[in-house]
């Protein structure tokens, strides 16, 4: 059994970005620009953006945070994004989630111009890459095919279960497996999935991403399986000076033996979602989705 260490292979793809911004700065062009835009005040939302904006500084990206109040109104967050839209200065932005109860995420997301969106969240860019169209492909997504790449795991015709269905994990990356070069044969569950033992058994691969703490057990996981854990949860904790720590969605500890490659939480796919924003951002600095 072999862990898979997704710290590692961020850092290895954290070095290649920064060699590739040093050229392209060096061949006269502008750093690439990524905004970040923070509504609010959730605890787990601020962590990540400063995560993001620590790692923009890494690859050599010039990155700006927009914070803004809890109160902020839809509108003022609209015009907001109307204005990063057509700043030439900004090579792509996001809208950290989730927002305030007020404010429509779905109408934010489809306010952002899909060539700036560099979290791949706008419906261009879904059907984009439903239709194997060149787009920027959602973060946790692409980190898992680079882990998948890195490790050189075999994926063609082998049998994938993907569970939990969300747009921005589970329906995607069921996508992007079933697509050519990666060729896996997907099954795609959720909740109301019936013998989801018994399908989750049969997988070749299997990537929980429902969002339950320690739900896949090692009586559901074939012997030699690939297992990529999505989940995190917070539970407390009085082991951890923060009070709390994360939980994926497998028992790491009874379901790891019976792997071939397993992702730990933390350190598995965690660490590669920062990645693929840095990639999307160089991308979308080149204009090498949208001309
Ligand atoms: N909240 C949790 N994950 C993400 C993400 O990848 N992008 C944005 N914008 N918000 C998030």
Redesign the pocket.
């Known amino acids: 059994m072999q862990i898979i260490d997704g710290k590692e292979v961020a850092a290895n793809l954290r070095k290649e970005i920064a060699a590739e911004v040093e050229q392209w700065v060096a061949s006269g062009h502008r750093r690439p620009h990524l905004v ?1 835009i923070l509504v609010g005040n959730d605890g ?2 601020q962590t ?1 953006v400063g995560h993001k904006e620590k790692c923009c500084g890494e690859v050599g990206f010039r990155s700006t945070v927009l914070r803004l109040p809890e109160e902020t109104t839809e509108e003022s967050l609209l015009q907001e994004i109307a204005r990063l839209n057509v700043d030439p200065e900004v090579d792509g932005f ?5 927002l305030p109860k007020h404010i429509s995420e779905q109408k934010v997301i489809e306010a952002i111009d899909p060539k700036k969106d560099v ?1 791949g ?1 706008h419906p261009v860019n879904t059907g984009r890459m439903i239709s194997g169209l060149p787009a920027y492909l ?3 997504p692409d980190g898992i095919l680079e882990l998948l790449k890195y490790y050189k795991i075999e994926t063609s015709g082998r049998h994938c279960v993907v569970i939990g269905r969300s747009n ?1 994990v589970g329906r995607p990356i069921a996508n992007l497996l079933s697509q050519k070069g990666w060729d896996c044969t997907v099954t795609l569950c959720h909740s109301r999935t019936k013998d989801l033992k018994d399908v989750v058994r049969s997988g070749d691969i299997v990537i929980a991403a429902l969002g339950k703490a320690e739900f896949v057990t090692a009586d559901m996981v074939k012997e030699g399986a690939v297992i990529v854990d999505v989940g995190i949860t917070r539970v407390p904790s009085n082991k951890t000076k923060s009070g709390w720590k994360l939980l994926g969605d497998v028992k790491f500890d009874e379901v790891a033996p019976k792997c071939s490659y397993i992702t730990p939480v933390p350190g598995g796919v965690g660490p590669m ?1 920062i990645i693929s ?1 840095m990639k999307n951002t160089l991308k979308a600095a080149r204009k090498e989705i949208y001309k």
């Open positions: 970040a787990a939302s990540y996001i809208v950290q989630l989730p979290d969240f959602p973060a946790t921005i979602t924003l």
